[in-house]
Structures are given as C-alpha cells and as structure tokens.
C-alpha cells in the first residue's frame, strides 16, 4: 500500500512503545502511519521485521528529525542518500522535516528556530531545494514551537510563506505548535492560518501539550489533545479543506484504544468538514 486513498486520512504515529498493539490493529484502525526514517534506517531484527509488516498493511508517510535545514553546516548528503532509497523501498508518498535548525558544531539534540530575516529565508529555501533534488521528490516543512524567539524582522506566517514560495515545497501545518506559539508569543492564530497559502498545505500534525501558564504551553506529545486545539484543527479544515492529519504521541502512551478514539475524532471532523463543504458547492451550483 502506497497511497492515501480513504475518503478520511487519519494517522498515527509509528513508535517502538506502540509496536506491540500496533500489529495486532486491524487494517481499517488507521488511514497511515507515520514513522521518523533517521530513526528506522538500517534497523534490523525484530524491530525490522515489524516496520516490513506494518509497512505493507498502512501506508507510510515520513518524518525526519535530523537535516537541519536552517543549519550552516554542509547538509549530511550520506543521510539523504540513505532516506531517498528508505523513501522509496516503503512506497512513502509525504516526507516532511523540520523549519528549524538542529546542528552547529555537532547534533544539539532539539529543534532550534531560525531567525525570520530574508538572509534566513535565502538561506533555509536554498537548502530545501538541494534536499529535494538529493531525494528526488518534493518535501513539506513543519512549523515549529519555539519559546525563545530570534531575531523577527519579518512575521512567523511571513517568514513561512515566503521560504515556500523561494524553496518551491509545501507545509506541512502543526496545528499544536501553531496553538502553542501563538499563546506563547501572543499572536491570533486565526490571522495565523488566514496568512497560509491553501496550495502549499500537504499534511497536518495534532497533539497534546502542557499548560505551565495561561501564556506559557510546552509542546509534549505525551498528552491527549486539548479542546482548544481540536477547535483550531477544525478551523483549519474550514479553510483549506481536509489534509492528511498525523496524531502525534511520542511518550507516556495509554492504551492502544485511546489513540484511536483521537485518531476516530479526527477521521469524524474530517467527514463533517468535508459534508460541509460538498452542502456549501451544492447550493452554489
């Protein structure tokens, strides 16, 4: 299986903590799964064994962790090598990496933000392009939380759009961390998603996060999903229509059952936002 062909397309993250119960879930539990290829490459034995069999019940989709798009060092091209023949072998038709920058002189281990600055938007697109013609497909890039802003001589949505427009690739939209950045850094995220190019959106993220403070959220992924979250993905949904959507759960995993009532909530706001916009062409018609 290589497609995302269900008229839903509600995933769920591939975690070795999840191995278990995810074999044993039936073929309709999930429209895909989705899985780090940093973290899978060359793995063997038994973990090997249950990526090849997951992999040919589910359609994968990939996110990577390890670029550094916003990084100054040379990109790691063995990497990149090494995931175009991953991509390729697992039918993976959505590969997605970070806006963000997780290298200096070595791997710092998190997800730093770039500076909003046109030298910054330069820089990172040139990057993009080259990652897309190593791996010879095109890529989305993950809005990123952050709580130390950098320099801003540009907005986030601004420095967004335009490193989309320079590098020629898509978005894949993190409804939590947009939620999160805007309670933190004190903008509307309404206005947020109303900046975004509708074309250029392949896939969403959903997940929990922490309230340490009214304005202060730390992303998780090791909670179930806030309300007001779910809200901001069903607004996303009103305005640009239904996306492959990823649950995200990275650690403290409840039972196998409780993901997928979350992965159900979003396969059933996906049939509602999708009713809603075939009752909304019908009486145009």
Same mark, same amino acid.
């Not at 999930?30 to 780090?36: H, I």
């Given at each position: 299986?290589?497609?995302?062909?269900?008229?839903?397309?509600?995933?769920?993250?591939?975690?070795?903590?999840?191995?278990?119960?995810?074999?044993?879930?039936?073929?309709?539990?999930?429209?895909?799964?989705?899985?780090?290829?940093? +973290?899978?490459?060359?793995?063997?034995?038994?973990? !090997?064994?249950?990526?090849? $069999?997951?992999? %040919? @019940?589910? *359609?994968?989709?990939?996110?990577?962790?390890?670029?550094?798009?916003?990084?100054?060092?040379?990109?790691?091209?063995?990497?990149?090598?090494?995931t175009?023949?991953?991509?390729?072998?697992?039918?993976?038709?959505?590969?997605?990496?970070?806006?963000?920058?997780?290298?200096?002189?070595?791997?710092?281990?998190?997800?730093?933000?770039?500076?909003?600055?046109?030298?910054?938007?330069?820089?990172?697109?040139?990057?993009?392009?080259?990652?897309?013609?190593?791996?010879g497909?095109?890529?989305?890039?993950?809005?990123?939380?952050?709580?130390?802003?950098?320099?801003?001589?540009?907005?986030?949505a601004?420095?967004?759009?335009?490193?989309?427009?320079?590098?020629?690739?898509?978005?894949?939209?993190?409804?939590? +961390?947009?939620?999160?950045?805007?309670?933190?850094? !004190?903008?509307?995220?309404? $206005?947020?998603? %109303? @900046?975004? *190019?509708?074309?250029?959106?392949?896939?969403?993220?959903?997940?929990?996060?922490?309230?340490?403070?009214?304005?202060?959220?730390?992303?998780?992924h090791?909670?179930?999903v806030?309300?007001?979250?779910?809200?901001?993905?069903?607004?996303?949904?009103?305005?640009?229509?239904?996306?492959?959507?990823?649950?995200?759960?990275?650690?403290?995993?409840?039972?196998?059952?409780?993901?997928?009532?979350?992965?159900?909530r979003?396969?059933?706001?996906?049939?509602?936002a999708?009713?809603?916009?075939?009752?909304?062409?019908?009486?145009?018609?």
């Amino acid at each position: 299986m290589n497609d995302f062909h269900a008229s839903t397309h509600a995933g769920l993250g591939l975690r070795r903590g999840l191995l278990p119960e995810l074999l044993t879930m039936d073929e309709h539990a999930v429209d895909f799964l989705e899985c780090a290829p940093d +973290n899978w490459i060359g793995v063997g034995g038994r973990f !090997g064994e249950a990526l090849a $069999q997951l992999s %040919a @019940r589910f *359609p994968l989709s990939c996110h990577g962790l390890s670029l550094s798009l916003g990084g100054t060092q040379p990109l790691d091209t063995v990497l990149l090598t090494r995931t175009r023949k991953f991509l390729d072998r697992h039918q993976v038709s959505l590969y997605s990496e970070h806006l963000s920058y997780c290298s200096d002189d070595g791997h710092l281990y998190d997800l730093m933000p770039i500076p909003f600055t046109d030298e910054a938007i330069h820089h990172v697109a040139g990057r993009i392009r080259q990652v897309q013609d190593l791996l010879g497909r095109r890529i989305a890039v993950e809005n990123v939380s952050y709580y130390a802003a950098p320099y801003q001589a540009l907005s986030e949505a601004d420095f967004i759009r335009a490193v989309l427009a320079e590098a020629d690739c898509d978005l894949l939209l993190d409804v939590n +961390n947009l939620f999160v950045n805007a309670c933190n850094h !004190g903008y509307d995220a309404g $206005q947020f998603l %109303a @900046r975004l *190019p509708a074309q250029r959106i392949a896939s969403m993220h959903i997940a929990g996060h922490y309230d340490e403070a009214e304005d202060l959220k730390v992303d998780t992924h090791g909670a179930p999903v806030k309300g007001e979250v779910w809200s901001l993905l069903e607004q996303a949904y009103a305005r640009f229509g239904v996306r492959p959507t990823l649950l995200e759960r990275d650690f403290n995993f409840p039972p196998l059952s409780e993901l997928l009532a979350e992965t159900d909530r979003i396969r059933a706001m996906q049939a509602a936002a999708m009713s809603s916009a075939d009752r909304r062409e019908a009486s145009h018609d």
